[in-house]
């Protein structure tokens, strides 16, 4: 969306603000060693269950889905340990079967192993894993959606009365379509054809994420920085985050032309609200927020259920939204710090722009370390550039 067109001041700036929200991001993400275990720990999970012989379990498929499976996962504040999500779909079961029954049997065999009876922990409608320290896996039984022409499942309610429709694989490809939507960023190319710079600002570094994943971690963390003194709650589930952004990224994306990443990460937490239907639900008017992959499943079934909830979401939306404005805007290293312990928290905060005081001081006292237009301190050569000498105000050469 074009506005007044960006100094190179400030294009600089922004993108130095956006590769600080990345590396943030970064510092939130499951590790790749945490990644792995996981993944062998729910590959052998998977292996003992399909070994059952219990009838209700000859044929099953254990998959990731949720955060982990998106590359949307982000630390939880106070406590060390990811949420990693796993489907167990047991296949060639009809609906007739009571979601009880279903995770009596998958919770049966869990406990048949003499490692996972330690681990196990029963929660409503599905059975946890604690591995302390790295991350739990919770395991939720689905069977399949005959309804959906879409290969939707069927997981159980929290009263393990009924089974709700769901489709976390749909889901998935749906969003990995959005995430790799590429936008078009007119005002930076301008620029930066201009003044024939071709890298990226100190540290040079890709938003490997891409910019979608890393807008919903964003907006994840902001979401628990702003609930975490909050005890009702009533905070947006991330599923909600999650579904709201990419509608509003795709929307975005395909609309609009834009001057940088920062604005279009600001413009599609502004449009978030836009994608919450509004539907006649037993005479009022109630809100819904659909899976697109599969009929009869609304992320948003609560808020008819709970008064307090939509309010919540439209108030630390509210906030999200100025927070992020501000950040775009900021001027100035401690108004930047500042915005951004507020947003995300001091932890993660003080590590990513710790790491990069320090990689300037290593860059500084190597040698690597020069000014270049538009770009501003860069580690790579390029036109029109110059070192910065060693500090030796303090004796050290």
């Known amino acids: 969306m074009l506005r007044q067109p960006l100094t190179d001041s400030d294009i600089r700036r922004r993108t130095q603000i956006f590769t600080i929200l990345d590396e943030i991001g970064e510092d939130l993400d499951l590790t790749e060693t945490q990644f792995d ?7 052998a999970v998977g292996d003992w269950l399909s070994g059952s012989t219990d009838p209700l379990l000859v044929s099953v498929l ?23 999500d796993l489907i167990c779909f047991c296949a060639g079961i009809s609906s007739g079967i009571s979601p009880a029954a279903l995770k009596a049997a998958v919770g049966n065999r869990l406990k048949e192993h003499a490692t996972y009876v330690r681990l196990l922990e029963e929660k409503k409608r599905c059975w946890r894993l604690n591995y302390a320290g790295d991350f739990h896996l919770d395991l939720s039984p689905t069977i399949a ?24 694989r749909a889901y998935k490809t749906l969003f990995d379509e959005r995430a790799a939507l590429r936008p078009t960023f007119v005002g930076k190319f301008i620029a930066m054809q201009r003044d024939e710079a071709n890298v990226e600002p100190f540290p040079v570094r890709e938003a490997v994420k891409g910019i979608l994943r890393r807008i919903v971690q964003l907006l994840k963390r902001h979401r628990d920085v702003f609930y975490e003194n909050n005890t009702q709650d009533v905070a947006p589930i991330s599923v909600i985050i999650t579904t709201l952004a990419m509608q509003s990224y795709a929307y975005c994306v395909r609309k609009h032309v834009f001057q940088d990443e920062m604005d279009l990460l600001v413009e599609t937490i502004r449009m978030m609200p836009h994608f919450i239907d509004r539907p006649i639900v037993d005479g009022r008017r109630g809100y819904a927020i659909l899976n697109e992959t599969t009929n009869g499943e609304n992320f948003a079934d609560n808020w008819n259920k709970d008064v307090r909830r939509a309010p919540a979401f439209y108030a630390w939306h509210a906030q999200a939204l100025s927070d992020f404005e501000a950040l775009r805007d900021a001027v100035g290293q401690d108004r930047l710090s500042l915005n951004m ?17 320090d990689a300037v001081s290593d860059g500084r006292k190597s040698g690597l370390l020069s000014v270049a237009p538009l770009i501003g301190l860069t580690t790579s050569k390029v036109a029109a550039s110059t070192i910065v000498p060693a500090n030796t105000f303090f004796g050290d050469q």
């Open 37 to 43: 275990r996981a993944r062998q720990s729910y590959g």
């Open 62 to 84: 254990v998959y990731l889905h949720g955060s982990s499976a998106l590359g949307t996962a982000v630390k939880p504040i106070g406590r060390r340990e990811f949420d990693v």
């Open 145 to 168: 959606n005959t309804a959906c022409i879409n290969r939707g499942e069927l997981v159980p309610d929290r009263a393990l009365k009924e089974w709700h429709p769901t489709n976390p």
């Open 341 to 357: 312990e507020r947003s995300f928290g001091s932890g993660v905060t003080g590590r990513v722009l710790g790491n990069r005081v």
